[in-house]
């Protein structure tokens, strides 16, 4: 299943020109607000009418109703019936006959099939929004900032829910100006800016290309890595990644599993010797490939640690102290306690 949209929109106060190809998995558009990343999930999903033609596995569905598109469509409040228990919630809109066990096991909401949304918390309501939208036979599902009201506990207690999103092998359009949950659970990223496409492309090739951090931000700045799980000790978990061998806090994932690790690039040090004597227990080393300044005090490091793309952030003078440049063998040191919980999933 893939989707495409070339959209053109025109306002008083703003203009929208997007373009782009999302294909299987998990497809998110982040930016910040305002960015247009609302307006698009609407005129895909025929909530706003106008914008130009949008297809789906090459039909273009642009001119249907949106009850004619096939799309399943999330809000960030879960906009539940009252009146009506889980299971009613979740047929409702479904074909007739539908039985909704494999949804419900699949995000574990079996034994709130008899309840009322009053006796639901936030997490567990925006569940049974988003079974209600799979059990409608959608061709793609589009969450519109799923998590956003709630608060960190419950995003937590979600996103691994999310994830299992991809098992049902079908297409998923995520807006969120989250970076931690695009992180966790996108394949293709897509930049927004001002009603414009800044960046688009797989998700470590985007958020692990220095250029991308005019766009994120300084903090939001910063790449990702997949391992597989190791040995457990002393609070720590061993992770073999593209990069290296990292520890990192223990999570609640088990071992030989595979997991995601954000490291942001204002947590990632650069030396030009390999240092000792440090009480940081991940050391690797890289390559500079980019060095990209900024209008700010900061440089940004693109490297290339293993097969991975790492990014770290740098203070102007530190670069010129250390001469730093395009080429250079360094080494990359990552706290084990800097990497929080949120960045491992």
């Known amino acids: 299943m893939s989707l495409s949209v070339d959209l053109s929109l025109d306002r008083p106060d703003f203009a929208l020109r997007v373009a782009f190809e999302a294909g299987p998995g998990v497809t998110a558009l982040f930016g910040p607000s305002g960015a247009g990343k609302t307006t698009v999930a609407r005129l895909v999903a025929g909530l706003e009418r106008g914008g130009g033609p949008v297809r789906l596995d090459g039909e273009r569905i642009d001119a249907l109703p949106p009850d004619r598109r096939q799309i399943g469509y999330v809000f960030q409040e879960p906009r539940l019936m009252p009146h009506m228990d889980v299971r009613a919630n979740l047929l409702l809109g479904a074909q007739p006959g539908t039985d909704p066990t494999e ?14 949304p009053r006796a639901l918390s936030g997490g567990e309501a925006a569940r049974v929004a988003i079974g209600r939208a799979l059990l409608r036979g959608p061709r793609l599902l589009i969450l519109d900032e799923p ?5 960190h506990r419950l995003k937590a207690q979600l996103l691994p829910h999310l994830e299992r999103l991809r098992e049902t092998g079908l297409p998923v359009l995520y807006i969120s100006h ?4 695009v992180a966790r659970l996108a394949d293709t990223l897509v930049l927004l800016r001002n009603g414009r ?12 290309d220095p250029t991308s951090a005019t766009v994120l931000g300084p903090n939001a700045a910063g790449a ?9 000790s002393g609070g720590l978990c061993e992770v073999e990644t593209e990069a290296g061998l990292l520890r990192l806090p223990a999570t609640d994932v088990t071992v ?28 690797l080393p890289a390559r500079i490939e980019v060095l990209h300044e900024g209008e700010g005090p900061g440089v940004m490091l693109g490297l290339r640690a293993g097969t991975a793309r790492l990014l770290a952030r740098v203070t102007r003078v530190s670069a010129q ?25």
């Open 224 to 232: 990702v890595l997949t391992g597989r799980v190791g040995a457990s």
């Open 321 to 345: 102290a250390l001469d730093l440049a395009p080429g250079r063998e360094v080494w990359v040191v990552v706290k084990a306690t800097g990497v929080s919980r949120a960045n491992v999933g």
């Open 147 to 151: 998590l956003a009201a709630l608060d």
């Open 197 to 208: 496409v800044e960046r688009a492309g797989p998700l470590s090739e985007v958020l692990g």
């Open 256 to 283: 030989g599993s595979r997991v995601r690790i954000r490291l942001p690039a204002s947590d990632v040090i650069v030396a030009v010797e390999k240092p000792t004597g440090l009480s940081a227990l991940n050391i």
């Open 103 to 116: 949804v419900a096991r699949l995000l574990e909401i079996e034994t709130l099939l008899p309840r009322r």
């Open 178 to 181: 989250a970076i931690e949950e």
